[in-house]
């Protein structure tokens, strides 16, 4: 079956880095998202992965490895802001998105 | 495994027809599911709440109208696009919410793709 695993929380401190992995085993792939959101609001795009290897935008960056199965989202210098949800969600050979079940981000003074 | 499913995955159809799209809660009955589309890159637009039995309730700049939502039972929700025209393409994804003692989650679907010609 199809599956994304992504841990269920987190916590980091204000101004410090965190990094959160999403491993996936889909039938195809045709590039990985990750999302923001927050309690009550609809998820914000952050970064799409199709081609391996790290892409920065930002404090946000979004790693991917194909052949591993495996992506991460970093999070530098971290806000109080940043506190939500993350998604990860890939899109099978079919067009359709798998989705983890999020990791809720706490981040503390 | 998937707890949201969509009907159908994508669709293709002419400008003027309607589009029937399902979404079903499969292991929980939701009074309340989401509806969203969404266009490349870019974050999920909420267009509407629908709750069962009664009417859905639409983000602003949403037409009732165009975006029919029917939320007949507690694992169904349908959302027509009447009367689709070439920038109704988008992908349309649906949710169903669950309470939690300290969290709440939501489950997405696996997206619906719409293309109008």
């Not at chain 1, 927050?38 to 935008?57: C, I, Q, R, W």
């Not at chain 1, 210098?77 to 983890?100: F, H, R």
């Not at chain 2, 974050?43 to 859905?56: H, I």
């Not at chain 2, 959302?79 to 920038?87: C, F, G, I, N, Y």
Request: glycine share 8%; net charge neutral; charged share 20%.
């Amino acid at each position: 079956g199809q599956n994304i695993d992504q841990p269920t929380e987190m916590t980091a401190t204000e101004g410090a880095i965190v990094q959160i992995n999403c491993t996936y085993q889909t039938s195809g792939f045709n590039g990985l998202f990750w999302y923001q959101q927050h309690a009550g609001e609809a998820p914000t795009f952050l970064s799409y992965n199709v081609l391996d290897g790290l892409e920065e935008k930002g404090r946000f960056s979004s790693f991917l490895s194909r052949s591993k199965g495996y992506s991460y989202l970093l999070l530098k210098e971290l806000q109080m802001k940043d506190s939500a949800s993350y998604l990860c969600a890939v899109m099978d050979s079919n067009y359709q998105l798998i989705w983890g079940a999020g990791t809720k981000l706490i981040i503390k003074p | 495994g998937a707890v949201v499913s969509q009907h159908p995955s994508w669709v293709i159809c002419k400008s003027g027809t309607s589009v029937k799209i399902e979404c079903r809660s499969l292991d929980f009955q939701a009074t309340t599911m989401f509806w969203y589309r969404q266009f490349p890159k870019q974050s999920l637009m909420l267009m509407a709440t629908s709750n069962e039995g009664s009417k859905a309730t639409y983000e602003q700049g949403v037409e009732k109208d165009k975006f029919l939502i029917n939320h007949a039972s507690l694992t169904l929700s349908t959302l027509t696009v009447t009367s689709a025209h070439p920038e109704d393409s988008s992908f349309y994804i649906c949710s169903r919410h669950e309470a939690g003692k300290e969290t709440d989650t939501q489950y997405f679907g696996p997206g619906t793709r719409l293309t109008v010609l």
